[in-house]
């Protein structure tokens, strides 16, 4: 499973843990109100686990560009530099799209 889906499936966990939780403040049922109270933290955690794992990804693809792009640079191959150029700015897109 990928960090999206990771994310996506967090956010939904999230999500139904939020209504199973109001559901169960409405009708006065206090099990269902903490039992979605607890899914809902648990979807919180998982999301947010997820997006730390993008920004770890991201600052390690970032690093391997700038270690790619100066080694381009050190042996004067210009092909290197450009393909460590564009990876360490990948590296900082998924790093911005996990904050």
Known sequence: MGNTSKR???AGEELVGKVKKNVGKLVGNKR???GGRADELQGRA???AAKARGRLRGAIEEVAGRIQGALGELVGDTETKVRGGVRKAKGKVRQRANR
């Open 8 to 10: 996506a499936k967090g």
């Open 32 to 34: 269902m109100e903490a």
């Open 46 to 48: 998982k999301k947010t």
